[in-house]
């Protein structure tokens, strides 16, 4: 199975890997999509003020549009931004199923276990998937918002992953499609396919969320 990582061109600039052009119909603006062959993730970064260094990675699953949020510094390899990438979003993942009480826990470590014993072909390409790219814009103004409301600099992974877990428990649009549903039902979904885990209730893609108790309440921002 293919992992493709697609990232913007900010990004790319800015690891300074000079990643090759995903080719296709539109060069450098391909849609990506996840299937049984391919799991995909769009990525860009962006400030987290005007031209500072603080600055925050955002990851976005092509299917669910599962996003989440990678505080940083400096540039990474490839590999530690696969590393840490992979990390947080299962993480937070398992952590969500567990509170929605979507699995038991023992079917949430199963399912965390076949996920790490995935093997994937890990490619890089230099691409913006616009009809990603307009969720990815819509999360990079929680966080300047959110940090500039707070005055802070960088955001704390804690923050980072409170942040990640309210939006992905909201519904989604994609309107050429129009179509509506939760990231976290929709990832979910996906993921009991791909690791083969079966004879567990997969909540509608347009089920509400209910947040954890211990989780900020981002809704009362004002966008």
């Known amino acids: 199975m293919q992992l493709l990582y697609s990232t913007s061109k900010a990004l790319d600039k800015w690891l300074k890997t000079e990643l090759p052009t995903l080719a296709g119909i539109q060069k ?8 049984a062959n391919t799991f995909s993730w769009q ?21 669910s549009r599962f996003t989440c949020f990678l505080p940083v510094l400096m540039p ?17 993942f398992i952590e969500m199923i567990r509170a929605q009480q979507l699995l038991a826990n023992s079917d949430a470590v ?34 300047t918002q959110t940090l500039a409301e707070q005055r802070l600099d960088t955001m704390p992974l804690a ?15 994609i309107k050429q499609r129009k179509e509506k549903f939760v990231p976290l039902s929709r990832l979910f979904e996906y993921c009991q396919q791909i690791t083969a885990l079966t004879g567990n209730e997969v909540p509608e893609p347009n089920s509400a969320v209910t947040l954890p108790d211990n989780v900020i309440r981002f809704g009362d921002y004002k966008k």
């Open 28 to 35: 450098g603006r391909n849609t990506i999509t996840s299937d």
């Open 43 to 63: 990525l860009h970064i962006i400030d987290n003020r005007y031209r500072s260094a603080e600055k925050t990675i955002i990851a976005t699953e092509a299917y």
């Open 76 to 92: 990474l390899t490839l590999a530690e931004l696969h590393q840490q990438l992979t990390m947080q979003w299962q993480a937070m």
């Open 110 to 143: 199963l399912l965390l276990s076949q996920l790490d014993e995935l093997k994937f072909d890990i490619r890089w390409t230099k691409n913006t998937d616009l009809s990603i790219n307009g969720h990815i814009t819509d999360a990079a103004l929680w966080v």
């Open 159 to 173: 923050l980072a992953e409170d942040l990640a877990i309210y939006l992905n428990g909201q519904v989604k649009r």
